[in-house]
Protein backbone atom coordinates (compact mmCIF):
# COMPACT_ATOMS: atom_id res chain seq x y z
CA UNK A 1 0.00 0.00 0.00
CA UNK A 2 1.50 3.29 -0.86
CA UNK A 3 0.48 6.94 -0.05
CA UNK A 4 -1.33 9.21 -2.10
CA UNK A 5 -2.52 12.79 -1.95
CA UNK A 6 -4.91 15.04 -3.82
CA UNK A 7 -5.02 19.11 -3.72
CA UNK A 8 -8.38 20.48 -2.22
CA UNK A 9 -9.34 23.54 -1.99
CA UNK A 10 -6.29 25.09 0.15
CA UNK A 11 -4.38 22.67 1.15
CA UNK A 12 -3.91 18.67 0.38
CA UNK A 13 -5.58 15.83 1.49
CA UNK A 14 -3.34 12.67 2.25
CA UNK A 15 -4.78 8.91 1.53
CA UNK A 16 -3.96 5.39 0.29
CA UNK A 17 -3.48 3.57 -3.03
CA UNK A 18 -4.17 0.23 -2.96
CA UNK A 19 -4.16 -2.05 -6.34
CA UNK A 20 -5.17 1.07 -8.13
CA UNK A 21 -7.59 2.61 -6.06
CA UNK A 22 -6.91 5.72 -4.10
CA UNK A 23 -8.75 5.69 -0.48
CA UNK A 24 -9.29 9.10 1.47
CA UNK A 25 -11.10 8.38 5.14
CA UNK A 26 -12.89 10.48 7.29
CA UNK A 27 -12.94 14.10 4.75
CA UNK A 28 -14.88 16.53 7.00
CA UNK A 29 -17.87 17.70 4.89
CA UNK A 30 -20.24 20.06 7.31
CA UNK A 31 -17.99 21.21 10.45
CA UNK A 32 -18.23 19.36 13.90
CA UNK A 33 -21.96 19.27 15.31
CA UNK A 34 -20.57 19.37 18.59
CA UNK A 35 -20.64 22.46 21.76
CA UNK A 36 -22.75 25.36 20.26
CA UNK A 37 -23.24 23.41 17.34
CA UNK A 38 -25.34 20.56 18.41
CA UNK A 39 -28.66 20.79 17.48
CA UNK A 40 -27.31 23.24 14.25
CA UNK A 41 -28.25 22.53 10.90
CA UNK A 42 -25.32 21.71 9.19
CA UNK A 43 -22.53 24.26 8.45
CA UNK A 44 -20.17 23.71 4.75
CA UNK A 45 -16.59 22.69 6.28
CA UNK A 46 -13.49 24.29 4.28
CA UNK A 47 -10.23 23.25 4.46
CA UNK A 48 -7.29 24.50 4.31
CA UNK A 49 -3.70 22.99 5.06
CA UNK A 50 -2.86 19.17 5.35
CA UNK A 51 -5.22 16.64 5.89
CA UNK A 52 -4.29 13.21 6.68
CA UNK A 53 -6.97 11.02 5.57
CA UNK A 54 -5.31 7.30 5.39
CA UNK A 55 -6.98 5.36 8.47
CA UNK A 56 -9.87 7.53 10.13
CA UNK A 57 -12.94 4.70 9.71
CA UNK A 58 -15.45 7.11 12.43
CA UNK A 59 -19.16 6.26 13.61
CA UNK A 60 -21.43 8.88 14.68
CA UNK A 61 -22.34 8.39 18.88
CA UNK A 62 -24.93 4.58 18.64
CA UNK A 63 -25.98 1.92 20.12
CA UNK A 64 -25.98 -1.56 19.55
CA UNK A 65 -27.76 -2.80 16.72
CA UNK A 66 -30.84 -5.80 16.53
CA UNK A 67 -29.11 -6.73 13.44
CA UNK A 68 -25.80 -6.98 14.84
CA UNK A 69 -26.75 -10.72 15.10
CA UNK A 70 -27.00 -11.61 11.74
CA UNK A 71 -24.83 -9.09 10.27
CA UNK A 72 -22.52 -8.79 13.26
CA UNK A 73 -21.57 -5.98 15.42
CA UNK A 74 -19.98 -2.85 13.83
CA UNK A 75 -16.68 -1.86 15.81
CA UNK A 76 -15.09 1.38 14.79
CA UNK A 77 -14.78 4.63 17.05
CA UNK A 78 -17.18 7.10 18.25
CA UNK A 79 -16.94 10.57 17.69
CA UNK A 80 -19.87 12.99 17.52
CA UNK A 81 -18.40 15.25 15.14
CA UNK A 82 -17.67 12.81 12.69
CA UNK A 83 -19.73 14.52 9.77
CA UNK A 84 -17.30 12.96 7.89
CA UNK A 85 -16.91 11.15 4.20
CA UNK A 86 -14.83 8.33 2.78
CA UNK A 87 -13.88 8.51 -0.97
CA UNK A 88 -12.48 5.53 -3.20
CA UNK A 89 -11.13 6.62 -6.68
CA UNK A 90 -9.35 4.96 -9.57
CA UNK A 91 -7.84 7.90 -10.85
CA UNK A 92 -7.66 11.33 -8.73
CA UNK A 93 -7.08 13.07 -12.35
CA UNK A 94 -10.10 11.70 -14.03
CA UNK A 95 -13.78 12.88 -14.80
CA UNK A 96 -15.80 9.66 -13.69
CA UNK A 97 -19.49 9.14 -12.49
CA UNK A 98 -20.01 9.02 -8.72
CA UNK A 99 -21.94 6.87 -6.91
CA UNK A 100 -22.81 8.14 -3.02
CA UNK A 101 -23.68 5.88 -0.41
CA UNK A 102 -26.43 6.03 2.59
CA UNK A 103 -25.83 3.40 4.94
CA UNK A 104 -29.14 1.64 6.83
CA UNK A 105 -29.71 1.40 10.21
CA UNK A 106 -33.14 2.51 11.27
CA UNK A 107 -31.68 5.85 11.99
CA UNK A 108 -29.86 5.45 14.66
CA UNK A 109 -27.02 3.31 14.08
CA UNK A 110 -24.36 2.69 11.05
CA UNK A 111 -21.75 4.63 9.23
CA UNK A 112 -20.52 5.10 5.69
CA UNK A 113 -16.89 4.70 6.86
CA UNK A 114 -17.80 0.90 7.85
CA UNK A 115 -15.58 -1.81 6.42
CA UNK A 116 -18.63 -3.44 5.08
CA UNK A 117 -19.26 -0.73 3.06
CA UNK A 118 -15.74 -0.24 1.80
CA UNK A 119 -15.89 0.99 -2.06
CA UNK A 120 -12.54 0.03 -2.90
CA UNK A 121 -13.68 -2.93 -4.58
CA UNK A 122 -16.59 -1.90 -6.21
CA UNK A 123 -14.90 1.75 -7.81
CA UNK A 124 -12.53 -1.21 -8.67
CA UNK A 125 -14.18 -3.08 -10.77
CA UNK A 126 -16.80 -0.35 -12.29
CA UNK A 127 -14.07 2.59 -12.77
CA UNK A 128 -16.55 4.80 -10.77
CA UNK A 129 -16.01 7.11 -8.02
CA UNK A 130 -17.52 5.83 -4.34
CA UNK A 131 -18.50 7.85 -1.36
CA UNK A 132 -19.80 6.80 2.06
CA UNK A 133 -21.64 8.96 4.36
CA UNK A 134 -21.54 9.48 7.95
CA UNK A 135 -24.89 12.13 8.86
CA UNK A 136 -25.83 12.54 12.19
CA UNK A 137 -28.27 9.65 14.07
CA UNK A 138 -30.76 8.62 16.36
CA UNK A 139 -31.39 11.75 19.18
CA UNK A 140 -28.99 13.95 17.71
CA UNK A 141 -30.36 13.95 14.72
CA UNK A 142 -34.00 13.40 14.77
CA UNK A 143 -35.00 14.82 18.16
CA UNK A 144 -37.56 17.39 17.57
CA UNK A 145 -38.76 19.67 20.51
CA UNK A 146 -40.14 22.94 20.85
CA UNK A 147 -37.30 25.50 22.15
CA UNK A 148 -34.40 22.45 21.45
CA UNK A 149 -34.79 21.96 17.63
CA UNK A 150 -37.46 21.72 14.56
CA UNK A 151 -35.40 20.70 11.95
CA UNK A 152 -34.57 17.19 10.00
CA UNK A 153 -30.84 17.33 10.81
CA UNK A 154 -29.93 14.28 9.39
CA UNK A 155 -31.79 14.85 6.31
CA UNK A 156 -29.75 18.25 6.10
CA UNK A 157 -26.52 16.37 6.83
CA UNK A 158 -27.18 14.25 3.62
CA UNK A 159 -28.11 16.83 1.44
CA UNK A 160 -25.05 18.83 2.65
CA UNK A 161 -22.65 15.69 1.62
CA UNK A 162 -24.34 15.98 -1.64
CA UNK A 163 -23.32 19.71 -2.39
CA UNK A 164 -20.13 18.78 -0.88
CA UNK A 165 -20.03 15.73 -4.00
CA UNK A 166 -21.34 19.09 -6.14
CA UNK A 167 -18.16 21.47 -5.04
CA UNK A 168 -15.63 19.10 -4.50
CA UNK A 169 -15.25 15.62 -6.01
CA UNK A 170 -13.75 16.53 -8.98
CA UNK A 171 -10.41 17.25 -7.08
CA UNK A 172 -10.98 13.19 -6.73
CA UNK A 173 -11.36 12.35 -10.26
CA UNK A 174 -15.47 12.44 -9.94
CA UNK A 175 -17.84 14.15 -11.97
CA UNK A 176 -20.04 16.46 -10.47
CA UNK A 177 -22.77 15.93 -13.11
CA UNK A 178 -22.83 12.53 -12.97
CA UNK A 179 -23.98 11.66 -9.48
CA UNK A 180 -25.88 8.29 -8.38
CA UNK A 181 -27.34 8.08 -5.03
CA UNK A 182 -27.38 4.82 -3.38
CA UNK A 183 -28.83 3.41 0.20
CA UNK A 184 -30.39 0.20 1.93
CA UNK A 185 -33.51 0.59 4.75
CA UNK A 186 -33.25 3.82 6.03
CA UNK A 187 -30.34 5.34 3.96
CA UNK A 188 -33.17 4.15 0.86
CA UNK A 189 -35.93 6.06 3.03
CA UNK A 190 -33.56 8.93 3.24
CA UNK A 191 -33.37 9.72 -0.70
CA UNK A 192 -36.82 8.74 -1.08
CA UNK A 193 -37.44 12.10 1.36
CA UNK A 194 -34.87 13.94 -0.60
CA UNK A 195 -36.89 13.25 -3.46
CA UNK A 196 -39.40 14.83 -2.84
CA UNK A 197 -37.58 17.82 -1.60
CA UNK A 198 -36.79 21.06 -3.53
CA UNK A 199 -33.43 21.44 -2.00
CA UNK A 200 -32.37 18.16 -3.43
CA UNK A 201 -32.87 19.37 -6.85
CA UNK A 202 -29.88 18.99 -9.51
CA UNK A 203 -27.70 16.75 -6.65
CA UNK A 204 -28.12 13.69 -8.27
CA UNK A 205 -29.14 12.00 -11.33
CA UNK A 206 -30.08 8.26 -10.41
CA UNK A 207 -31.08 6.34 -7.49
CA UNK A 208 -30.84 3.03 -6.37
CA UNK A 209 -32.47 2.09 -3.26
CA UNK A 210 -32.13 -1.69 -1.68
CA UNK A 211 -34.97 -2.61 0.72
CA UNK A 212 -36.66 1.01 1.55
CA UNK A 213 -38.78 0.45 4.17
CA UNK A 214 -41.18 2.98 3.36
CA UNK A 215 -44.24 1.15 5.10
CA UNK A 216 -43.13 2.82 8.14
CA UNK A 217 -43.56 6.35 6.78
CA UNK A 218 -42.36 9.65 8.54
CA UNK A 219 -43.60 11.03 11.91
CA UNK A 220 -45.94 13.85 12.73
CA UNK A 221 -44.81 16.70 14.45
CA UNK A 222 -47.14 15.25 17.42
CA UNK A 223 -45.28 12.12 17.24
CA UNK A 224 -41.82 13.75 17.24
CA UNK A 225 -42.73 15.30 20.30
CA UNK A 226 -44.08 12.26 21.65
CA UNK A 227 -40.88 11.06 21.43
CA UNK A 228 -38.72 14.10 22.50
CA UNK A 229 -41.04 14.29 25.50
CA UNK A 230 -40.31 10.49 26.52
CA UNK A 231 -36.85 10.97 25.98
CA UNK A 232 -35.89 14.40 27.74
CA UNK A 233 -37.33 13.27 30.38
CA UNK A 234 -35.43 10.31 30.71
CA UNK A 235 -32.41 12.40 30.03
CA UNK A 236 -33.13 14.88 33.06
CA UNK A 237 -34.39 17.66 31.57
CA UNK A 238 -37.30 19.33 31.16
CA UNK A 239 -39.41 19.28 27.88
CA UNK A 240 -42.23 22.33 29.05
CA UNK A 241 -38.52 24.69 29.56
CA UNK A 242 -38.16 25.87 26.04
CA UNK A 243 -36.31 28.59 27.12
CA UNK A 244 -33.76 26.46 28.67
CA UNK A 245 -34.09 23.17 26.72
CA UNK A 246 -31.40 23.67 24.50
CA UNK A 247 -28.49 24.78 26.58
CA UNK A 248 -29.66 21.99 28.92
CA UNK A 249 -29.13 18.90 26.49
CA UNK A 250 -26.02 20.85 24.98
CA UNK A 251 -24.82 20.03 28.62
CA UNK A 252 -25.23 16.31 28.49
CA UNK A 253 -22.59 14.22 26.98
CA UNK A 254 -23.35 12.01 24.25
CA UNK A 255 -23.06 8.66 26.07
CA UNK A 256 -26.09 10.57 28.90
CA UNK A 257 -28.21 11.17 25.65
CA UNK A 258 -27.34 7.47 24.71
CA UNK A 259 -29.02 6.35 27.75
CA UNK A 260 -31.62 8.20 27.82
CA UNK A 261 -32.45 7.14 24.34
CA UNK A 262 -32.51 3.25 25.82
CA UNK A 263 -35.22 3.86 28.56
CA UNK A 264 -37.35 5.95 25.95
CA UNK A 265 -36.85 2.93 23.77
CA UNK A 266 -37.80 0.44 26.44
CA UNK A 267 -41.28 3.16 26.71
CA UNK A 268 -42.03 3.61 23.39
CA UNK A 269 -40.82 0.69 20.92
CA UNK A 270 -44.27 -1.03 20.74
CA UNK A 271 -46.45 1.78 19.77
CA UNK A 272 -43.61 3.06 16.69
CA UNK A 273 -42.73 -0.31 15.58
CA UNK A 274 -39.50 -0.64 16.74
CA UNK A 275 -38.03 3.07 14.91
CA UNK A 276 -38.47 5.89 17.29
CA UNK A 277 -36.08 8.06 15.34
CA UNK A 278 -37.72 9.27 11.30
CA UNK A 279 -37.66 12.17 9.50
CA UNK A 280 -40.85 15.12 10.67
CA UNK A 281 -43.23 16.09 7.84
CA UNK A 282 -46.82 15.97 8.62
CA UNK A 283 -48.23 16.00 4.84
CA UNK A 284 -45.72 12.96 4.12
CA UNK A 285 -46.14 11.40 7.18
CA UNK A 286 -48.15 8.44 5.86
CA UNK A 287 -46.61 5.69 3.15
CA UNK A 288 -48.93 6.75 0.47
CA UNK A 289 -48.22 10.54 1.19
CA UNK A 290 -44.59 9.81 1.25
CA UNK A 291 -44.70 7.82 -2.20
CA UNK A 292 -46.74 10.51 -3.90
CA UNK A 293 -44.48 13.43 -2.89
CA UNK A 294 -41.45 10.93 -4.37
CA UNK A 295 -42.61 10.05 -7.18
CA UNK A 296 -44.06 13.49 -7.93
CA UNK A 297 -40.22 15.09 -7.46
CA UNK A 298 -38.54 11.94 -8.97
CA UNK A 299 -40.50 13.31 -12.29
CA UNK A 300 -39.56 16.64 -11.82
CA UNK A 301 -35.76 16.44 -10.96
CA UNK A 302 -35.48 13.77 -13.89
CA UNK A 303 -34.16 11.10 -11.54
CA UNK A 304 -33.74 7.81 -12.62
CA UNK A 305 -34.65 4.64 -9.86
CA UNK A 306 -33.88 1.16 -9.04
CA UNK A 307 -35.48 0.01 -6.08
CA UNK A 308 -36.03 -3.60 -4.59
CA UNK A 309 -36.08 -6.06 -2.07
CA UNK A 310 -34.95 -8.86 -0.55
CA UNK A 311 -36.95 -12.42 -0.34
CA UNK A 312 -37.25 -12.78 3.19
CA UNK A 313 -36.24 -9.24 4.49
CA UNK A 314 -37.68 -10.10 8.42
CA UNK A 315 -36.11 -13.03 8.73
CA UNK A 316 -33.17 -10.59 10.46
CA UNK A 317 -34.94 -9.41 13.12
CA UNK A 318 -35.87 -13.03 15.16
CA UNK A 319 -34.75 -16.09 14.94
CA UNK A 320 -37.95 -17.46 16.12
CA UNK A 321 -39.08 -20.17 13.65
CA UNK A 322 -42.25 -21.15 15.08
CA UNK A 323 -45.48 -21.07 12.62
CA UNK A 324 -46.43 -17.80 14.66
CA UNK A 325 -43.55 -16.13 14.95
CA UNK A 326 -42.69 -16.67 10.96
CA UNK A 327 -46.44 -15.75 10.05
CA UNK A 328 -45.85 -12.20 11.70
CA UNK A 329 -42.51 -11.68 9.82
CA UNK A 330 -44.19 -12.39 6.65
CA UNK A 331 -47.17 -9.47 7.19
CA UNK A 332 -44.23 -7.09 8.67
CA UNK A 333 -42.17 -7.84 5.32
CA UNK A 334 -45.69 -7.25 3.12
CA UNK A 335 -46.34 -4.21 4.83
CA UNK A 336 -42.99 -2.62 5.53
CA UNK A 337 -40.90 -3.54 2.57
CA UNK A 338 -42.77 -5.34 -0.33
CA UNK A 339 -46.50 -3.63 -0.61
CA UNK A 340 -44.77 -0.13 -0.18
CA UNK A 341 -41.80 -0.79 -2.73
CA UNK A 342 -44.12 -2.02 -5.40
CA UNK A 343 -46.79 1.06 -4.78
CA UNK A 344 -43.42 3.38 -5.09
CA UNK A 345 -42.74 1.76 -8.34
CA UNK A 346 -45.87 1.91 -9.62
CA UNK A 347 -46.27 5.83 -8.78
CA UNK A 348 -42.78 6.44 -10.58
CA UNK A 349 -43.80 4.74 -13.56
CA UNK A 350 -47.41 6.43 -13.90
CA UNK A 351 -45.38 9.37 -13.20
CA UNK A 352 -43.03 8.84 -16.06
CA UNK A 353 -40.11 7.96 -14.50
CA UNK A 354 -37.95 5.21 -15.72
CA UNK A 355 -38.23 2.70 -12.93
CA UNK A 356 -36.92 -1.22 -12.74
CA UNK A 357 -37.65 -3.06 -9.83
CA UNK A 358 -35.38 -6.30 -8.51
CA UNK A 359 -35.78 -9.48 -5.95
CA UNK A 360 -33.33 -10.48 -4.20
CA UNK A 361 -33.41 -14.33 -3.12
CA UNK A 362 -30.38 -15.94 -2.77
CA UNK A 363 -29.78 -17.23 0.82
CA UNK A 364 -26.82 -18.60 2.06
CA UNK A 365 -27.21 -22.39 3.04
CA UNK A 366 -26.21 -22.76 6.53
CA UNK A 367 -27.73 -19.66 7.67
CA UNK A 368 -30.99 -19.79 9.78
CA UNK A 369 -31.42 -16.05 7.96
CA UNK A 370 -32.32 -16.62 4.65
CA UNK A 371 -32.57 -13.80 1.83
CA UNK A 372 -32.75 -11.29 4.87
CA UNK A 373 -32.60 -7.81 5.14
CA UNK A 374 -28.70 -6.64 4.53
CA UNK A 375 -27.41 -9.66 2.69
CA UNK A 376 -27.20 -8.32 -0.41
CA UNK A 377 -24.59 -5.68 0.60
CA UNK A 378 -22.11 -7.71 0.66
CA UNK A 379 -22.08 -8.29 -2.78
CA UNK A 380 -22.95 -4.96 -4.37
CA UNK A 381 -19.45 -3.39 -3.12
CA UNK A 382 -17.61 -6.97 -3.56
CA UNK A 383 -16.59 -7.14 0.39
CA UNK A 384 -18.09 -10.78 0.79
CA UNK A 385 -14.72 -12.13 1.98
CA UNK A 386 -14.41 -9.49 4.75
CA UNK A 387 -17.70 -10.08 6.22
CA UNK A 388 -17.69 -12.68 9.38
CA UNK A 389 -21.44 -12.74 9.06
CA UNK A 390 -23.89 -15.29 10.32
CA UNK A 391 -26.29 -14.40 7.52
CA UNK A 392 -23.45 -15.46 4.80
CA UNK A 393 -22.44 -18.82 6.86
CA UNK A 394 -21.84 -21.68 4.51
CA UNK A 395 -21.28 -19.38 1.64
CA UNK A 396 -18.05 -20.50 -0.98
CA UNK A 397 -15.77 -18.06 -2.92
CA UNK A 398 -17.29 -18.68 -6.40
CA UNK A 399 -21.17 -18.30 -5.37
CA UNK A 400 -19.68 -15.05 -3.81
CA UNK A 401 -17.65 -13.89 -6.81
CA UNK A 402 -20.47 -14.46 -9.41
CA UNK A 403 -23.09 -12.42 -7.16
CA UNK A 404 -20.75 -9.81 -7.23
CA UNK A 405 -20.19 -9.72 -10.92
CA UNK A 406 -23.39 -9.86 -11.87
CA UNK A 407 -24.96 -7.17 -9.05
CA UNK A 408 -21.96 -5.02 -9.48
CA UNK A 409 -22.36 -5.09 -13.31
CA UNK A 410 -25.65 -3.84 -13.22
CA UNK A 411 -25.11 -1.27 -10.84
CA UNK A 412 -21.83 -0.19 -12.80
CA UNK A 413 -23.47 0.38 -15.48
CA UNK A 414 -26.58 2.20 -13.63
CA UNK A 415 -24.22 4.65 -12.58
CA UNK A 416 -22.29 5.10 -15.96
CA UNK A 417 -25.42 5.90 -17.49
CA UNK A 418 -25.15 2.79 -20.02
CA UNK A 419 -27.44 0.15 -21.23
CA UNK A 420 -28.29 -2.37 -18.30
CA UNK A 421 -27.09 -5.91 -18.79
CA UNK A 422 -29.28 -8.60 -20.61
CA UNK A 423 -31.65 -5.70 -21.84
CA UNK A 424 -33.37 -5.33 -18.17
CA UNK A 425 -36.69 -3.65 -19.07
CA UNK A 426 -38.50 -0.71 -17.35
CA UNK A 427 -40.66 -1.94 -14.88
CA UNK A 428 -44.43 -0.94 -15.72
CA UNK A 429 -47.66 -2.14 -13.75
CA UNK A 430 -48.79 -3.82 -16.83
CA UNK A 431 -45.58 -5.73 -16.90
CA UNK A 432 -44.06 -6.10 -13.87
CA UNK A 433 -40.47 -7.45 -14.42
CA UNK A 434 -38.12 -8.00 -11.61
CA UNK A 435 -34.65 -8.52 -12.07
CA UNK A 436 -34.04 -11.86 -9.73
CA UNK A 437 -30.49 -12.16 -8.20
CA UNK A 438 -30.68 -16.15 -7.11
CA UNK A 439 -28.41 -19.09 -6.87
CA UNK A 440 -28.18 -19.72 -10.79
CA UNK A 441 -27.49 -16.28 -11.19
CA UNK A 442 -29.77 -13.17 -12.79
CA UNK A 443 -33.09 -13.90 -14.59
CA UNK A 444 -35.75 -12.04 -15.20
CA UNK A 445 -39.66 -12.97 -13.37
CA UNK A 446 -42.71 -11.21 -13.68
CA UNK A 447 -44.26 -10.19 -10.33
CA UNK A 448 -47.77 -9.12 -9.86
CA UNK A 449 -48.54 -7.18 -6.43
CA UNK A 450 -50.86 -10.84 -5.77
CA UNK A 451 -47.40 -12.35 -5.62
CA UNK A 452 -46.30 -9.91 -2.26
CA UNK A 453 -49.37 -10.76 -0.47
Known amino acids: MQETEVAFEHGVVLGTLDRGVHAFLGVPYAEPPVGRLRYAPPRAAYF ?14 QGPSDLDRPMGPLELAQNEGALTLCVWTPDPKAKLPVAVWFHGGANFCGSGAASWYDGA ?29 ERNLAVEDQLEALRWVRRSIAAFGGDPQAVTVFGQSAGANAVVHMLGLPEAEGLFLRAWLLSPSIGR ?4 SDEAHEVSRTLLTELGVDPADEAHVLERVRGKTAADILAATDGAFAKLAPKFGGMLFRPVKDAWATPESAIAAAAAGAAKKGVEVVVGTTLEETLAF ?13 AVQRDRFDLPA ?4 AALAAAGVPVRKFRFTWRAPDSVYGSCHCVDLPFLFG ?3 SWRA ?14 TRILGRDFGAFVRGEALPDAWPLWRADAPIHRIYAAAGALFEALPREAFN
Not at 123 to 140: F, P, S, T
Not at 390 to 403: N, S
Open 383 to 385: TFR
Open 342 to 345: WDFA
Open 121 to 149: ALARAQGIVVVGVNYRLGALGFLQSPGLN
Open 217 to 220: GNFT
Open 390 to 403: PMLAGLTEAEGAEL
Open 318 to 330: STDRSAGALEKLR
Open 48 to 61: EGRLDARTKREMLP
